[in-house]
């Protein structure tokens, strides 16, 4: 812990001699210390681990960080600083923004103590949880197809993207450990997780100091690869790691024109800008919206998952005759966190609840909302819980299994003996002993001691976060059927129609 503080205090040295502050003051006296004077870093062990905390009272909407340009960890500022690599870039230039980011990124990396970013690189997480690092395992553990699918598209990218980047990287020669696929998927979770906007490069860049914002859902009040390897080239500790209605908005979000609603470039001032998105007492914890995302979306790019996301949804299969019956896109009728039916899905399925020669006669009402009739109302509800159950039904666990499997994981995480060990396979059995099984977790003689290796430990973290994920979907999925039926029990006994037919 010591060890830790004294990094962490390099680095806010570092960041002050780079003109980084959190001063309101435009050029302020030298400092040993970015920080102070409206931010500190601070611990929250139930909400995100390491983050930065109010200094003192901040007003919404006021400035809390500024990092100018020349601190800002870009494609831009390294081509130009080395000549060696600009030349070897200008021959790959097929290759994306981002492909580009990474591979500069590892340069630096080997570049190791010459680098005038060591500090600060020394510091980044050396393991990361996005869906690109997940195993077969824990990819199967998502257990919902999409999610599955997801994660097999996260690793496929990652790898093709390496593969098509291997030759820019042997021409700079960079070390043989940093060529491999999992320097590259850490590095590529680095700029996934840690980027910002910049209008210059859609790639992003990164922000030292500003990176440590933990995340808080836009609408609110308010992160490991499992590189086991990874201390041989990265040694030193790390530093962990930022209610819609857009039903109407059919348009899938840019990530990265979104990836950051609480701070920006701002010209005027060459720097990167940070604000207050509340209002906060000193202690409190300052968090960062990165955009609106889902959580396997949040997953997927940062290695985490919020409990209470407001921007989640769980989609379900319509029949085709569905979508042709009504104008809304299909990323617009999803089942909300909350379990109820999007704004969308709620008329689409109305609509299609209605004999085909009265649609039009009801269209209107349809879309702006309106019950069509109790009977209509009622068919609906019964179809959405009827899917709901068939969803869960049709998964291998049950909410209530997800629940004993992460307590079943923690017990794992805090055993000592194989006696200890046994008797949590005796209590849970299943999927805890594929895991086992898996990274050849043995029980051996009575009372020895057990050890679970790093990598055991990481494929164990990102286990629990593919459980965490399948438990809040089919929460959402049990919250839509209870919305369902507590509707049909609050409709009216009559059949007199709400909108505008029987």
């Given at each position: 812990?010591?060890?830790?503080?004294?990094?962490?205090?390099?680095?806010?040295?570092?960041?002050?001699?780079m003109?980084?502050?959190?001063?309101?003051?435009q050029?302020?006296?030298c400092?040993?210390?970015?920080?102070g004077?409206?931010?500190t870093?601070?611990?929250?062990?139930e909400?995100?681990?390491?983050?930065?905390?109010a200094a003192?009272?901040?007003?919404?909407?006021?400035?809390?960080?500024?990092?100018?340009?020349?601190?800002?960890?870009?494609?831009?500022?390294?081509?130009?600083?080395?000549?060696?690599?600009?030349?070897?870039?200008?021959?790959?230039?097929?290759?994306?923004?981002?492909?580009?980011?990474?591979?500069?990124?590892?340069?630096e990396?080997?570049?190791?103590?010459?680098?005038?970013?060591?500090?600060?690189?020394?510091?980044?997480p050396?393991?990361?949880?996005?869906?690109?690092?997940?195993?077969?395992?824990?990819?199967?553990?998502?257990?919902?197809?999409?999610?599955?699918?997801?994660?097999?598209?996260?690793?496929?990218?990652?790898?093709?993207?390496?593969?098509?980047?291997?030759k820019?990287?042997?021409?700079?020669?960079?070390?043989?450990?940093?060529?491999s696929f999992?320097?590259?998927?850490?590095?590529?979770?680095?700029?996934?997780?840690?980027?910002?906007?910049?209008?210059?490069?859609?790639?992003?860049?990164?922000?030292?100091?500003?990176?440590?914002?933990?995340?808080?859902?836009?609408?609110?009040?308010?992160?490991?690869?499992?590189?086991?390897?990874?201390?041989?080239?990265?040694?030193?500790?790390?530093?962990?790691?930022g209610d819609?209605?857009?039903?109407?908005?059919?348009?899938?979000?840019n990530?990265?024109?979104?990836?950051?609603?609480?701070?920006?470039?701002?010209?005027?001032v060459?720097?990167?800008?940070?604000?207050?998105?509340?209002?906060?007492?000193r202690?409190?914890?300052?968090l960062?919206?990165?955009?609106?995302?889902?959580?396997?979306e949040?997953?997927?790019?940062?290695?985490?998952?919020?409990?209470?996301?407001?921007?989640?949804?769980v989609?379900?299969?319509?029949?085709?005759?569905?979508?042709?019956?009504?104008?809304?896109?299909?990323e617009?009728?999803?089942?909300?966190?909350?379990?109820?039916?999007?704004?969308?899905?709620?008329?689409?399925?109305?609509?299609?609840?209605?004999?085909?020669?009265?649609?039009?006669?009801?269209?209107?009402?349809?879309?702006?909302?309106?019950?069509?009739s109790?009977?209509?109302?009622i068919?609906?509800?019964?179809?959405?819980?009827?899917?709901?159950?068939?969803?869960?039904?049709?998964?291998?666990?049950?909410?209530?299994?997800?629940a004993?499997?992460?307590?079943?994981?923690?017990?794992?995480?805090?055993?000592?003996t194989?006696?200890?060990?046994?008797?949590?396979?005796?209590?849970?059995?299943?999927?805890?002993?594929?895991?086992?099984?898996?990274?050849?977790?043995?029980?051996?003689?009575?009372?020895?001691?057990?050890?679970?290796?790093?990598?055991?430990?990481?494929?164990?973290?990102?286990w629990?976060?593919?459980?965490?994920?399948?438990?809040?979907?089919k929460?959402?999925?049990?919250d839509?059927?209870?919305?369902c039926?507590?509707?049909?029990?609050?409709?009216?006994?009559?059949?007199v129609?709400?909108?505008?037919?029987?």
């Amino acid at each position: 812990m010591e060890e830790e503080d004294e990094s962490l205090e390099k680095l806010l040295k570092w960041a002050a001699e780079m003109g980084i502050t959190d001063s309101t003051i435009q050029n302020p006296s030298c400092s040993r210390n970015c920080l102070g004077h409206s931010l500190t870093v601070s611990h929250f062990p139930e909400a995100g681990g390491r983050g930065l905390a109010a200094a003192r009272d901040l007003t919404k909407g006021e400035l809390i960080l500024r990092v100018p340009k020349t601190a800002l960890f870009t494609t831009e500022c390294l081509l130009k600083s080395d000549q060696k690599l600009s030349l070897a870039v200008n021959r790959h230039l097929f290759l994306s923004p981002s492909q580009i980011l990474i591979v500069c990124f590892l340069y630096e990396v080997g570049k190791g103590k010459s680098s005038r970013w060591y500090t600060y690189l020394m510091l980044l997480p050396r393991c990361y949880e996005i869906l690109a690092t997940f195993g077969p395992f824990e990819k199967q553990a998502l257990q919902v197809d999409d999610a599955i699918w997801a994660a097999e598209k996260a690793v496929s990218k990652a790898e093709s993207e390496w593969k098509q980047a291997i030759k820019l990287m042997e021409e700079l020669k960079l070390k043989p450990q940093l060529l491999s696929f999992k320097a590259w998927l850490w590095a590529s979770a680095t700029v996934s997780s840690r980027t910002m906007h910049i209008s210059w490069d859609e790639a992003g860049c990164l922000c030292p100091v500003g990176d440590l914002f933990n995340y808080a859902a836009p609408g609110e009040g308010e992160e490991s690869i499992g590189i086991e390897d990874v201390e041989g080239w990265m040694p030193a500790p790390c530093l962990p790691k930022g209610d819609t209605t857009d039903v109407l908005d059919s348009e899938k979000f840019n990530d990265h024109l979104h990836r950051l609603t609480d701070g920006r470039f701002e010209e005027d001032v060459n720097s990167y800008c940070f604000y207050a998105r509340n209002n906060y007492k000193r202690g409190e914890q300052v968090l960062l919206s990165y955009g609106t995302y889902t959580n396997l979306e949040l997953l997927e790019h940062y290695g985490f998952l919020l409990n209470e996301n407001p921007n989640d949804k769980v989609f379900i299969s319509l029949e085709p005759g569905m979508y042709s019956c009504c104008s809304w896109s299909r990323e617009s009728q999803y089942i909300d966190q909350n379990g109820k039916p999007s704004f969308a899905l709620l008329s689409a399925l109305r609509l299609w609840m209605t004999p085909v020669n009265q649609r039009r006669s009801v269209g209107h009402l349809a879309y702006s909302g309106h019950q069509l009739s109790v009977d209509n109302e009622i068919s609906v509800m019964k179809w959405l819980s009827n899917n709901c159950l068939c969803m869960l039904n049709s998964l291998p666990t049950s909410k209530e299994e997800d629940a004993s499997l992460l307590c079943a994981i923690d017990k794992i995480q805090d055993i000592n003996t194989a006696m200890e060990l046994k008797k949590v396979l005796s209590d849970f059995g299943g999927e805890v002993c594929t895991f086992l099984e898996n990274y050849d977790v043995q029980c051996r003689q009575r009372g020895a001691k057990l050890s679970l290796s790093r990598k055991t430990k990481l494929s164990m973290q990102r286990w629990k976060l593919a459980i965490q994920w399948r438990l809040r979907y089919k929460k959402t999925l049990a919250d839509c059927i209870s919305y369902c039926d507590y509707t049909v029990n609050c409709l009216p006994n009559d059949n007199v129609p709400t909108g505008g037919i029987k």
